[in-house]
Structure formats: structure tokens, C-alpha cells
């Protein structure tokens, strides 16, 4: 198949998959996880194969597609949309390992899924050939869906005041502990439980992947796969995966809002919800916010697949910065929009039942991932552009 008809499929499989997580939702929060059967979905469908490696059964495609893929899915169930964001997401940052890493994982089975926990809290030991790791991590989204982990940590520095070396590092499940506690009120189904490993593992070099690879597109990985997208800022890209469902979310909440309350009557009052000044203008900013995020969103992913790293080539920093507030803002922007749906649409929405409430919940929680904070985005741009220093390195 052509790159187009694979987008075409895709897009038409995400479509078609709506409905059916739809009505899953209540079942995916209760589980705590994605119902395996939606797993399986998303598996035959090819969706955490968009950015894969071709060598390893992926289609290498453009990071247009993931997101528009992801926005989709949000519009059913935000959980299933986060997960696929988080996971698949990974499997173009293997793409950026050493080929053995790569190997290591799919070498048997190229459909195997990673996790993660970037929190950069592990406890790091370097020895001969690579490091010894310990630690417990958080927030490791769709974890019982996946045989391997990506865990952060930091190298420390060889010599005495050196800068310690901010790296990934892939462990297989067999050498960490899944502690079931995701007990939350919003992603629900995300499983975004903790990783421990208690007493050190070894990790081998290969194993590794240093921030400033991912910065710098300068990655071992890129060797072999020679695909520009290999190259994209990690940075850029990773936090946009947490940001994008909330704009898909909001979609879902504008229809459902107008299903429910078109031809819905108050009880207080008598008056048609239809004609209330509020409500119309909070479904006016909504329908603005989707339109905006959707609009920032592709003129940050032209600007970055145009402006492919490689080599001595590096995107001017100040592009990044504002570029990375951009990202940050999404989420930031759609909570406030689904909140005045939401208190537009009284009493009612409250109930767990309710179509907007869950939606509510999800993008509530979503937005207060560290990534989608603006605030030390924004103070980091507003900084810089007064002459002050650079303070986010994952850019």
C-alpha cells in the first residue's frame, strides 16, 4: 500500500473504532486499563506502527498522522486516546536507540509496546559496559500492556562539578515491579501505575538514550533509520503526545453537548437551553479553542518536519521555546473550555452518567501533567525574550 492509503485506512479504522470505545468507557474505567479487546484493535489497526521503524514493521509516517489518529480516538474515550499518545509514541523513540535496543525488543515480535516514566529519579551507577539502575517512578501510562519500560535517570558526571547526563533507560518487565495503585478520578483507564525496581539492574549501554541526542537529532538509532522523523526534536514531539487528546476530548464534549441539550427543556425555568446566551457562547468558544489547537498544532508540526535535525543543523532555540509553550497551552486551553461547557450545562452534568462528565474528568486530569503546565513554559519564553538564560532543556 501507497503512504496514502495507509493514512486513509488509519483514519477510517480510527473513525470506525469511535463508537465501540464509546461504549467501553464505564468498562475501562472500572478495569483501570484499556479492555484488551481495544488493545487488539488498535493492534490490528496499525495505530502504534504509525511512527515505527519500517524495518521493524512500521509505517514511518509523518507525525500529522499519529495526532490526527489520536484527536479521533479522544473523541470516544479520552483514556484509550491518552495511551495510544503515550505508548505509540515510543516506538519512534526506539527508532532513535542503538539497532541492538531495537533488536532487543523486536527482534521476535515487532508488536510488543513500551511504557514509561521519564521522571528522572532513578538511581544510577555507572559500571562496566553500562549502568546499574534502581528506583520507583510514577505515572507509567498503559504499563500492563507492555513487556518493556522506558525509566528516566541521571548519569552522574565523570568528573567533580560536571553536569550530570539525563538519559532513558530500557528496561524489560522482568526486571521491574507494575504496583497496581492507580486509584484516580480522572484517565481512569489510562493504568498509569508505578514502576520499582528494588535492587539494581543492569542496563547496557546500547540500553540508552541520552537527552541530548533526542535534542540534537544526532541519534544512534538514525544510522539505520535513515527517515527524517527520526531526527524530530524528542522533546517537541513526546510532550504534544500528551497535550493532543484533550483537543479530540473537546470535540467529542461539543457533540454530545449538542445532542443532550438542543431540544432540552429546564425544569426550573421552562426556557429551551437552545436560547440560553451562555450556553450558545460557551459552544462558540469551544468550537474556537478545537479550531485554534488544531490550527497551532500543524503549523508547529510543519515547522518541525521541515527543519529536520541532522548533523551540525540545529533549530534556532528561540523557535523551540515558543514552540514548546505552544504545546504546553493546549491542554491548558481545552480544560477551559470544557469547564464552561460543562457549568453550562447545570446540575445535570454532575452525574457520573452524564456524557459530558467523564470528558470533564479526563481533561481535567490531563491538564495537570507536567508537561501541559504553561506556566514555566511561558515564563521560560517570556524570560528569554528579555535577555534572561534558557531554563527548559527539553525542547
Known amino acids: ?68 489518529v489520536q484527536q479521533i480516538l479522544a473523541e470516544g474515550c479520552m483514556s484509550t486516546a491518552w495511551v495510544l499518545g503515550v505508548v505509540a509514541i515510543h516506538n519512534w523513540q526506539l527508532g532513535m536507540f542503538a539497532d541492538q535496543a531495537q533488536r532487543d525488543v523486536w527482534a521476535e515480535d515487532s508488536s510488543v509496546l513500551i511504557s514509561s516514566s521519564y521522571m528522572p529519579v532513578g538511581k544510577v551507577e555507572s559500571v562496566g559496559g553500562g549502568y546499574m539502575l534502581s528506583g520507583h517512578w510514577g505515572f507509567s501510562s498503559g504499563s500492563k500492556h507492555c513487556k518493556w519500560a522506558f525509566l528516566g535517570g541521571m548519569v552522574p558526571p565523570k568528573e567533580e562539578g560536571g553536569a550530570p547526563d539525563y538519559r532513558t533507560f530500557l528496561v524489560p518487565i522482568s526486571d521491574y515491579e507494575i504496583v497496581d495503585n492507580w486509584d484516580v478520578s480522572g484517565l481512569e483507564g489510562t493504568g498509569s501505575n508505578d ?20 535534542f540534537s537529532g544526532q541519534n544512534p538509532g538514525c544510522v539505520e533509520n535513515t527517515n527524517p522523523i527520526f531526527t524530530l526534536p524528542f522533546g517537541q514531539i513526546f ?47 469551544a ?56 457549568i453550562a450545562c447545570g446540575a445535570q452534568g454532575i452525574f457520573r452518567g452524564h456524557p459530558l462528565n467523564r470528558a470533564w474528568l479526563d481533561v481535567n486530569a490531563g491538564r495537570t501533567h507536567v508537561a501541559n503546565n504553561p506556566f514555566k513554559f511561558g515564563r521560560n519564553l517570556g524570560g528569554t525574550l528579555m535577555g534572561q538564560p534558557n531554563t527548559d532543556f527539553f525542547l
Open 1 to 68: 500500500m501507497t503512504d496514502n492509503a495507509i493514512v486513509t485506512q488509519l483514519v477510517a479504522d480510527a473513525r470506525a473504532l469511535v463508537p465501540l470505545i464509546k461504549e467501553r468507557q464505564a468498562e475501562t474505567a472500572k478495569l483501570g486499563k484499556l479492555p484488551e479487546e481495544t488493545i487488539a484493535a488498535m493492534q490490528q489497526s496499525g495505530f502504534f506502527r504509525i511512527m515505527q521503524p519500517k524495518r521493524f514493521g512500521g509505517f514511518e509516517l509523518n507525525p500529522h498522522v499519529f495526532f490526527e
Open 195 to 214: 514502576i520499582v525496581i528494588k535492587d539494581p539492574v543492569f542496563v547496557p549501554e546500547h540500553r540508552t538514550h541520552r537527552s541530548y541526542d533526542g
Open 239 to 285: 510532550t504534544r503526545a500528551v497535550a493532543c487528546s484533550s483537543i479530540g476530548a473537546l470535540q467529542g464534549v461539543i457533540e454530545n453537548y449538542v445532542t443532550v441539550n438542543k431540544d432540552r427543556v429546564g425544569v426550573n425555568d421552562g426556557n429551551r437551553v437552545a436560547h440560553d446566551p451562555n450556553v450558545q457562547m460557551a459552544i462558540a468558544e
Open 287 to 342: 468550537v474556537a479553542t478545537v479550531s485554534e489547537c488544531r490550527a497551532i498544532l500543524k503549523e508547529d508540526l510543519d515547522f518541525f518536519s521541515e527543519n529536520p535535525q541532522s548533523g551540525d543543523m540545529e533549530l534556532d532555540i528561540n523557535e523551540r521555546i515558543r514552540r514548546r509553550f505552544n504545546a504546553s497551552l493546549i491542554s491548558s486551553k481545552c480544560t477551559d473550555a470544557v469547564n464552561k461547557l460543562f
